[in-house]
């Protein structure tokens, strides 16, 4: 237990997805205007990176890795989120119709987001078990919504601020997110788990 929160914490604060390995830029550039918009895109992602990091660990774990098929890793990982995506929102749809109405929209942005791929490689590269693979993806998931949403209440807080003319628009946007990845690199000594 002690093992998995500490690959939650890692995966939420020290190996951030955004803000580290730069996965998801685009998606923080684009959606994070509204605070809205910004949680449900989370809220899609903490859905999602649990279930395909566990169901990606297990395709690999339990299928290529036996049959020494490791080099289909990569196309059995995108065609594996191309199959659950799917799959997930018609769950969604069935159990929370409301819930699916909201995020309707994201589905595909998030079926071609190189976030839940990433996640799933990361995960696999780092030879999780699958209680720490769900932890991962849960982690990734909320500190991917951290840095959505403290990024648009920031667009917010600039939008009234007396910027100078060069850095209006997307240059203060790159120079916010350089420090917040400053500031969470603050955490790198944080957990023991690299």
Same mark, same amino acid.
């Given at each position: ?5 500490? @690959? ?5 604060? %020290?190996?951030?997805?955004?803000? /580290?390995?730069?996965?998801?830029? +685009?998606?923080? @550039? ?9 949680? +449900? ?25 036996? !049959? ?21 929102? !018609? @769950?969604?749809?069935? %159990? =929370?119709?409301?819930? $699916?109405? =909201?995020?309707?929209?994201? $589905?595909?942005? %998030? *079926?071609? #987001? ?8 990361? #995960?696999?590269?780092?030879?999780? #078990? ?7 993806? $849960? ?8 840095? *959505? ?6 667009? +917010?807080?600039?939008?009234?601020? /007396? ?16 420090? !917040?990845? !400053?500031?969470? *690199? ?9």
């Amino acid at each position: 237990m002690n093992e998995t929160l500490l @690959i939650f914490l890692s995966a939420g604060l %020290v190996n951030n997805l955004i803000l /580290d390995h730069m996965l998801g830029v +685009d998606s923080v @550039i684009a959606l994070s205007r509204k605070p809205e918009t910004a949680l +449900d895109l989370t809220l899609l992602m903490l859905i999602l990176l649990p279930i395909t990091t566990a169901c990606g660990w297990l395709l690999a774990t339990s299928m290529l890795q036996p !049959m020494r098929l490791e080099y289909l890793l990569l196309p059995a990982q995108v065609l594996l989120i191309c199959l659950l995506v799917p799959a997930a929102g !018609m @769950i969604l749809q069935r %159990v =929370r119709p409301q819930l $699916f109405t =909201r995020l309707v929209l994201y $589905f595909p942005l %998030v *079926m071609v #987001n190189c976030t839940i791929l990433g996640v799933t490689l990361l #995960n696999l590269s780092a030879l999780h #078990n699958l209680s720490a693979s769900i932890a991962y993806g $849960f982690g990734s998931a909320a500190c991917f919504g951290l840095v *959505m949403l403290l990024t648009s209440a920031i667009r +917010d807080r600039i939008s009234a601020a /007396d910027v100078p003319i060069p850095f209006k628009g997307t240059a203060i946007l790159f120079i916010t997110l350089g420090l !917040m990845a !400053m500031a969470f *690199m603050g955490f790198t000594g944080l957990s023991p788990v690299q």
